[in-house]
């Protein structure tokens, strides 16, 4: 069983920088695909960015690439959302996700998700 838990949402800034966390609590991390989602009020959850074990590549939705890094620390188990640039529109929970095989943009590839963590930008 994979536990996922996210931590560094808060409320800042438009502009300002946060970092969220996606620590595991699973072995077999390094052997993960993670992926960040977030769903904003009354929205659909959306892809984020991804994150694969195999290659280290990622991938990013278009309205983050070039301000939002996400990264791995296998020895930490933990998985990094750098956030940069924040505008009001980034406003919503932000969730994790892994899985072993999925690493694609949409939420029902991944099987174990985490609580989320509230991500608010005000202008």
């Known amino acids: 069983q994979v536990q996922l838990v996210e931590s560094g949402g808060g409320l800042v800034q438009a502009g300002d920088s946060l970092r969220l966390s996606c620590a595991a609590s699973?072995?077999?991390?390094?052997?993960?695909?993670i992926g960040w989602f977030r769903q904003a009020l009354g929205k659909e959850r959306e892809f984020v960015a991804v994150?694969?074990?195999?290659?280290?590549?990622?991938d990013y939705a278009y309205s983050v690439k070039g301000r939002f890094t996400i990264s791995r620390d296998n020895a930490e188990n933990t998985v990094y959302l750098q956030m940069n640039s924040l505008k009001p529109e980034d406003t919503a929970v932000y969730y994790c996700?892994?899985?072993?095989?999925?690493?694609?943009?949409?939420?029902?590839?991944?099987?174990?998700w985490g609580q989320g963590t509230q991500v608010t930008v005000s202008s």
């Open positions: 994150i694969r074990w195999s290659s280290g590549s990622t």
């Open positions: 996700a892994a899985d072993v095989v999925g690493y694609g943009t949409s939420w029902t590839e991944y099987d174990y």
């Open positions: 699973v072995r077999t991390f390094s052997r993960l695909n």
